[in-house]
Nanobody
Framework: VQLQASGGGWVQAGGSLRLSCAAS????????MGWFRQAPGKEREFVAS????????YYANSVKGRFVVSRDNAKNTAYLQMNSLKPEDTAVYSC?????????????????WGQGTQVTVSS
């Protein structure tokens, strides 16, 4: 199983970025997808998740109303649209997969993890 996150970069505060997570080696439509982030010196934290059926999403309070998680099962890809970015959103963002996942927000719930992509937001 491989999860490949991409789309990170540098952006000014108030800007937007769209992250992608391409999955292979698993039946993507059976897996809930989660996004997590880790800032320097901090623990990994939950950002957003989307259910395996794509009919339910869940967000951390810190990103609710600014970030949107989605998926395209035909492309085996999950997305994280990040709008109104703030300097405190700066972190390495990773995607993860959980079999039949629904509102999964704990790190330990996820079986497969991708490498991270760096997001830097300047003030």
């Amino acid at each position: 199983v491989q999860l490949q996150a991409s789309g990170g970069g540098w952006v000014q505060a108030g800007g937007s970025l769209r992250l992608s997570c391409a999955a292979s080696g698993l039946t993507f439509s059976n897996y809930g997808m989660g996004w997590f982030r880790q800032a320097p010196g901090k623990e990994r934290e939950f950002v957003a998740s989307i259910s395996w059926a794509g009919d339910s999403t869940y967000y951390a309070n810190s990103v609710k109303g600014r970030f949107v998680v989605s998926r395209d099962n035909a492309k085996n890809t999950a997305y994280l649209q990040m709008n109104s970015l703030k300097p405190e959103d700066t972190a390495v963002y990773s995607c993860a997969a959980k079999y039949k996942g629904w509102h999964a927000w704990h790190v330990y719930e996820y079986t497969y993890w991708g490498q991270g992509t760096q997001v830097t937001v300047s003030s």
